[in-house]
Nanobody
Framework: QVQLVESGGGLVQPGGSLRLSCAASGSIHSIGDMGWYRQAPGKERELVAT???????NYADSVKGRFSISRDNSKSAVYLQMNSLKPEDTAVYYC?????????WGPGTLVTVSS
């Protein structure tokens, strides 16, 4: 079993930056790929970025060049550095982790980009 908790969300002006963190606990040595997803009001949850245990990354086209995902395997933590934020980035951001055949999700952290 894995538990995930996100932190770092908040209110930021357009063009600003935020760094999201996700702390994992439980059977952390069994965690495989991790990632960040987001869900805006009235929209489906969408992939933002993923990262393998080896550090290979994948980004949604909408965030590529602005966001950067990283992880610390020793701490089973994953991070999302968000730069040049836009109003359309406003969403609840969720941490995701693969564990065996299962996916685990954090409760989410709200990011609001507004002037």
């Amino acid at each position: 079993q894995v538990q995930l908790v996100e932190s770092g969300g908040g209110l930021v002006q357009p063009g600003g930056s935020l760094r999201l963190s996700c702390a994992a606990s439980g059977s952390i040595h069994s965690i495989g790929d991790m990632g960040w997803y987001r869900q805006a009001p009235g929209k489906e949850r969408e992939l933002v970025a993923t990262i393998t245990r080896g550090g290979s990354t994948n980004y949604a086209d909408s965030v590529k060049g602005r966001f950067s995902i990283s992880r610390d395997n020793s701490k089973s933590a994953v991070y999302l550095q968000m730069n040049s934020l836009k109003p359309e980035d406003t969403a609840v951001y969720y941490c995701n982790a693969h564990w065996g055949y299962r996916d685990f999700w954090g409760p989410g952290t709200l990011v609001t980009v507004s002037s």
